[in-house]
């Protein structure tokens, strides 16, 4: 039984680390010009991302992540949120925040990059981060 869990945390993870990793997650569409931009659109805006990369990003991630991910959002190209849904099991928690952290970075390279993992009641259950310098992930 132990065997089936472990083999089934260690395909979701690999199956995100690929899909992250080899999915861009940066469209080809021209980008609207944000100061043309109404009030109520430029915040649509800044709901995934405060940057359009980072907007993009957020949205790749939710679109992606077959339901494991209800929503997503970027700060300062180095914070990714994201809430998870109700079907990921706690054991899968830290596996799917890897592939986020390694994606994130492939994504936005070259800094120190976190992941925020959110229970789908908005409660904050942990916290990767990435540091560039060692290449190693600690988690809080």
Known sequence: MKITRYLRSALVALFLVLTLVTT?????????????????????????????????????????????????????????????????????????????VQGFHHNFPNRDVSVLVYAPDKQLILTANYDQTTRQVEYQ
Do not use: H, M
């Open 24 to 100: 861009s997650a940066c469209s080809a569409a021209p980008k609207a010009d944000q100061s043309a931009l109404s009030p109520s659109s430029a915040y649509s805006q800044l709901e995934r991302g405060d940057t359009a990369a980072g907007q993009n990003f957020g949205n790749w991630v939710v679109q992606t992540a077959n339901g494991l991910v209800q929503d997503a959002y970027v700060r300062d190209n180095d914070k990714l949120g994201v809430v998870i849904s109700p079907q990921v099991r706690p054991n899968e928690v830290r596996p799917l925040a890897r592939s986020l």
